[in-house]
């Protein structure tokens, strides 16, 4: 029996969130300074650059993570590759390469708990059948249910990477269970629209995530080139259909 000494009484490790068997440590103040750091870590913890935990309770199901996102496990918890032979190999190399992520995402099972790696992103705890799959911007996943299905998603056209400041290939993550995401603005920040049948427009790659089921291009601001012009807008990205869209303001 292994006990966790100083994790769940720390008064420096204070949990922010909750969701399923997931929970979510902030550490309040950097400990671990010299005379020389002491200044800049306190104006860090003052402006919310902190570090925080993800800390996954295993109950049998599979989690996958991203590659070297853990940090120690304990308890009846064993690591597979995530890679289920020579033809899954060669398919995650491809979509690894469009997307930016780790070829493979080891995945662990078993009983016991999974401590991932601090991170100073903000933690975002998505339940990923609420949107009925989520398209996600590079660098956002961290870890998923093992039940959850990744796939990659191409824009409906070339405009729409050329001239939205997007790629053109996303990770898309579709089925039931919860997703942690890393972003860098925290959920307090972020808005959140609900689309039905509607459009949303916006100026930029603001948008870090949004529903499979919406359709994504990038169109002028305005009717013409010389409307555009004027406004000084140029082109926007637009997302058309029913879904969610995450967009961060800054």
């Not at 940090?71 to 995530?82: A, K, P």
């Not at 398919?91 to 690894?96: C, L, T, Y």
Request: proline share 3%.
């Amino acid at each position: 029996m292994i006990k966790c000494n100083n994790l769940f009484d720390n008064p420096n490790m204070k949990q922010i969130a909750e969701a399923g068997n997931v929970k979510v440590f902030e550490y309040q103040r950097d400990l671990s300074v010299t005379p020389e750091t002491a200044l800049t870590a306190y104006y860090a913890a003052e402006m919310n650059f902190r570090k925080r935990q993800v800390l996954i309770e295993m109950n049998g199901s599979p989690w996958t993570l991203q590659a070297g996102a853990m940090q120690w496990m304990t308890g009846n918890v064993t690591m597979g590759s995530g890679i289920k032979g020579v033809g899954d190999f060669l398919g995650k190399a491809i979509s690894a390469k469009v997307t930016k992520e780790s070829t493979a995402k080891p995945e662990y099972t078993g009983n016991g708990l999974l401590m991932l790696e601090p991170t100073t992103k903000h933690i975002l705890l998505v339940n990923v059948e609420d949107w009925g799959g989520i398209v996600l911007e590079d660098g956002l996943f961290l870890a998923c249910d093992g039940r959850i299905k990744h796939s990659v998603v191409a824009r409906s056209n070339l405009s729409s990477a050329a001239l939205g400041g997007e790629g053109l290939f996303n990770l898309c993550l579709t089925g039931s269970g919860l997703a942690v995401l890393e972003s860098p603005v925290p959920m307090d920040e972020l808005i959140e629209f609900e689309l039905d049948n509607d459009v949303v427009r916006i100026d930029g790659n603001m948008a870090i995530a949004w529903s499979n089921s919406l359709q994504f291009t990038v169109e002028r601001s305005s009717k013409s080139l010389m409307g555009s012009a004027v406004s000084g807008e140029g082109f926007v990205n637009v997302y058309r259909g029913s879904g969610k869209i995450l967009m961060s303001p800054l």
